[in-house]
């Protein structure tokens, strides 16, 4: 029974798609009656516990962020428009250069600062830790002198790309940061 399972959430998961896929035209499971409503519930309870992993992972990183940034002497600000930046990015910490190489920011590999990044995977900065990718990040901001406070978002956005820190349209790059923003923190930026 779905509700007493015990095993892992991909387990899980794999077991109600193939309960899911079992299901033929007649409503039948594996040659027996299905309750449809039970697995309706079980689908329900299944996308709420995805959403709320992906909610858990992406507070974690903001609090990663934001934390490695104030203990750097960032204003609070400044560190939450960093988070903006790193979500954006990263497209919510899914991107495969976010997974498979713990870059946070969409980094390069540098060439010519300091940087704590260990090699590069994808055309990306790859890190041993989610950590070594904010302290470089740090070691971005600092390398190419970014004030610690900025007005708004748009003015570090916009600071960001006078600095070659992106390639898109600063009005794309500004409307994707800025829909981050909104949503991790309640305001227009």
């Known amino acids: 029974m779905l509700w007493q399972y015990s095993g892992s959430v991909k387990e899980f998961q794999r077991s109600v798609y193939f309960q899911e896929s079992n299901i033929g035209s007649n409503g039948l499971l594996g040659g027996q009656r299905c309750s449809c409503g039970l697995l309706s519930v079980s689908v329900i309870c299944l996308s709420v516990l995805a959403y709320l992993l992906k909610r858990h992972r992406a507070m974690r990183q903001n609090k990663l962020i934001i934390n490695k940034l104030l203990d750097c002497n960032y204003p609070i ?70 004030p610690r406070y900025f007005n708004s978002l748009f003015h570090f956005v916009s600071y960001m790309k006078s600095k070659g820190y992106f390639e898109a349209s600063l009005s794309d790059y500004y409307t994707g940061v800025q829909i981050m923003y909104r949503k991790y923190f309640k305001s227009t930026g």
């Open 77 to 146: 600000e400044t560190a939450k428009y960093a988070v903006a930046v790193s979500a954006f990015e990263t497209s919510n910490w899914t991107s495969r250069i976010y997974q498979r190489n713990h870059n946070l920011f969409g980094m390069k590999l540098p060439q010519l600062r300091k940087t704590t990044a260990i090699g590069e995977n994808y055309k990306h900065a790859k890190y041993k830790s989610n950590e070594q990718s904010v302290f470089d990040f740090v070691y971005y901001l600092d390398h190419f002198n970014y």
